[in-house]
């Protein structure tokens, strides 16, 4: 059962911010939608010419992601650098996704990352994106806005574009709420 885990990472991230704990849970929803997607990277002889996964970020509220136990391939991207995630045999990663950065008003990032090939092994892992009830409307939770941190997002939420038509120029599709 993911749900347990995704209910304590949202009461987690809003005790750290040391807000209700469960402001982010509220605007999830108890029905939210968890979708999965079984990822396989076949060998590539020339890994230096072939990504396994574009550069992008998630547009989910949250990400769990459970590696290949011993062929590394995730990348996070950090002031314009590539990092490696390392392999942890049986841990899952959590990944924070647009709809997060939005309800902690910017607090934490939806970053930037990518897949990469390996020119020796194979590769599999699980992603399970969590995203918000549909109707649901997200906004930065209300102890987060004050004088010092205003509101970061435009009130409409309407993204004009797809994800896939603002990374084809270069851009966060959350770029497009934030004012």
Known sequence: MLRPVIN???????????????????????????FARFNYYPRCPRPDLVLGLKPHADGSAI????????????????DGQWFSVPTIPNALLINVGD????MSNGIFNSPMHRAVTNAERDRISLAVFCTSEEENEIGPADGLINEERQDCTRKSGIIPMTYFEYYQLGKRPIDAVKI
């Open 8 to 34: 304590n990472v949202f009461k987690a991230m809003a005790l750290s911010l040391n807000l209700e704990e469960n402001c982010f849970l509220n605007q999830f929803g108890e029905r939210g939608v968890m």
């Open 63 to 78: 990400t769990v992601v459970l590696p290949d136990r011993e062929v590394e391939g995730l990348q996070f991207q950090r």
């Open 99 to 102: 709809q997060v950065e939005i």
